[in-house]
């Protein structure tokens, strides 16, 4: 397994005016996104969790090409990527992927699971039209699915068998790079576990490189080597995923795990979860913007942003406890 970044997120912010005011002046700065580094070396699953609203979809998004980065830059493969080329934005779309949340709502209700599969390979220019059949057979053998189910449309499918189906469409461009925004979130517990087990599958038969996106702290220390965690647009910890439940060192980290139940009635690793609401990200506090909720703020946390500090293991930590 390579360490070599195969993504890379440079200094990287999303910022959206909302509002009417003239020209945009007036209007509302929401930072979706806010001066986020990190990256994810080939082969490997990152994490990467916070509560909704954080922005975890918005930088899965930004990574993809999907929309264009307010500032920083996104590198692939140790290249820079410019969402305005859209011609090299069309290439990187064989390398780079992603499985939505709901998968009903990704797929054509009038198109038929192999119609789906067959314009991917058509639109990208993959294989002759005489070997798509064949290649569509292939995706869905690779995903669980029966190719004689190709003819079916996507109301025919139960939840786990759309949601392979995406898989396949994902897979079917070959690509090196996939985000998986929420994937499981939305299936039964059961089915759920077959399908990640399916993208571990994946992943050590393809060599795939996952940013995982998720709520759900468990599935995400089943699936990741790394953990990013983000809080109103701002990555507050890293590390490595047995590092990171073993001793989180942000307070916000430490409030997400003590939120994750246990099957150990007696244990208890935090005294509390994560208390009082979210901050609109329209008007985020000053200084940390997790202050108004930690059980450690202090005064300088009122008013100064902790800055990064990289730990032994290359773990890093944005919190005023950590100063040196």
Known sequence: MSETPLVEARGLSKHYRVGRGMLGRGADVLRAVDDVS???????????VGESGCGKSTLGRVLLALEKPTSGEVRFAGRPVDPADKRAVRRLRR?????????????????TVRGALEEVLRVHELCPPGERRARVDELLERVGLDPAM????????????????????????????????????????????????????????????????????????HMSTRIVVMYLGRVVEEAATGELFDEPL??????LLAAVPSVDAGESRHERGVEGDLPSPLDPPAGCHFHPRCPFAMERCRHEYPATRIRAGGRTVACHLYDD
């Not at 990190?38 to 990467?48: E, K, N």
């Not at 390398?95 to 198109?111: G, H, K, M, T, V």
């Not at 942000?250 to 409030?255: D, E, G, K, L, N």
Request: hydrophobic share 40%.
């Open 250 to 255: 942000h307070p916000y980290t430490q409030a």
């Open 95 to 111: 390398e780079i992927q992603i499985i939505f949340q709901d998968p009903y709502s990704s797929l054509n209700p009038r198109q």
């Open 150 to 221: 190709g003819d079916r449309r996507p109301h025919e499918f139960s939840g786990g068998q759309r949601q392979r189906i995406v898989i396949a469409r994902a897979l079917a461009v070959g690509p090196r790079f996939i985000v998986a925004d929420e994937a499981v979130s939305a299936l039964d517990v059961s089915i759920r576990a077959q399908i990640l087990n399916l993208l571990v599958t994946l992943q050590d038969d393809l060599d795939l490189t996952y940013l995982f996106i998720s709520h759900d702290l468990g599935v995400v220390r």
């Open 38 to 48: 990190f990256a994810l070396p080939s082969g490997t699953t990152v994490g990467l």
